[in-house]
């Protein structure tokens, strides 16, 4: 990376809408690499990407991302990174394809190289029919598609990726999850927002948790999921469904407790013992269900 160790740096960072206070004093080191930030509905996950993509300012504080200040060396800053989300800009005065040479050329890629990668990701978001048509005209799904194929066209040194998977079908995000690993794996860091944990799961290499204004989990999925502890006995028909969960505190002593209580009870069960997910993660530390 060009700027420095960190991806993300942010020192006493907070944010408020009038008397609301959303982000209240966000301290974070993040290295390259992608991450996912999660937390419940209205808990600042897209105020915090914002500001990082220089589209809102901070109220105090400090964010670097990729070694510049969002305010700062805003200009610079913006030619460095990518975001797709609600904001992100598609013209629909134009085709899908014209939206995303323009993009690719914009972003220095060769007439001849940003055609083959338009072309490309056309095809994987199910949009190579439509390419020729005014974007005006897409239904929402294949204007939210085209806005994410946009954003990833070229290899910007980091990705914001705002709930990106959020309304899209199976299919599509599958494509995405494979272009995201394999621009991770072309050294493009990704730092995205979801509602689905499992999505964080798959991708993320750490994890954050929003929370009250403040980021109350940090670590890989396995770090945050031991975190919790408590594994799970689950209890198995005959045709290997299961049909219990008996919640346990993860230690020797209590898994074996209630392994022998249920053998006295129900000695020809089957039984496996399953790890913390990370929807209970994410239950315990904000109180709410994920999506
Ligand atoms: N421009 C704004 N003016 C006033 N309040 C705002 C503005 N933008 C966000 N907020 C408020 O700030 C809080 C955080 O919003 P934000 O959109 O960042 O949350 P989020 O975590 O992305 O939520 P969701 O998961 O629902 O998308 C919410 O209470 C929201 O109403």
Redesign the pocket.
């Known amino acids: 990376m060009r700027y420095t160790e960190h991806l993300i740096e942010l020192d006493g960072l907070t944010k408020g809408?009038?008397k609301?206070e959303?982000l209240n004093g966000l301290d974070l080191r993040l290295p390259p690499g992608v991450h996912a930030l999660l937390?419940?509905?209205?808990?600042?996950?897209?105020?915090?990407?914002?500001i990082l993509s220089t589209l809102?300012s901070p109220d105090s504080g400090a964010a670097r991302v990729l070694g510049l200040d969002v305010r700062r060396d805003k200009r610079e800053l913006q030619g460095l990174i990518s975001l797709t989300g609600q904001y992100a800009a598609v013209d629909g005065q134009l085709s899908g394809i014209e939206n995303l040479l323009m993009m690719g050329r914009l972003f220095g890629l060769s007439r001849r190289a940003a055609a083959a990668r338009a072309a490309d990701l056309l095809d994987r978001f199910d949009l190579a029919k439509a390419a020729g048509r005014r974007v005006g005209t897409y239904s929402g799904g294949m204007r939210r598609k085209l806005d994410i194929a946009v954003s990833l066209i070229a290899h910007p040194e980091l990705i914001f990726l705002?709930?990106p998977t959020t309304g899209l079908d199976t299919r599509s995000r599958r494509a995405l999850w494979e272009e995201i690993t394999a621009l991770a794996a072309g050294g493009t860091s990704i730092f995205l927002?979801t509602?689905y944990l499992e999505e964080a799961d798959v991708l993320a290499e750490r994890v954050l948790v929003?929370n009250g204004g403040r980021i109350v989990a940090d670590g890989t999925p396995s770090q945050l999921k031991e975190n919790v502890g408590g594994s799970t006995i689950q209890v198995h028909d005959g045709h290997g469904r299961v049909i219990e969960e008996i919640p346990t505190r993860g230690s020797a002593a209590d898994v074996s407790r209630r392994l022998a209580a249920l053998a006295a009870a129900r000695p020809d069960v089957q039984v496996t013992v399953r790890r913390p997910t990370l929807d209970e993660v994410f239950l315990q530390l904000t109180g709410k269900k994920a999506a």
């Open positions: 809408f009038g609301q959303v937390g419940p509905n209205g808990a600042g996950k897209t105020t915090l990407v914002n809102t705002d709930e927002t509602q929003l």
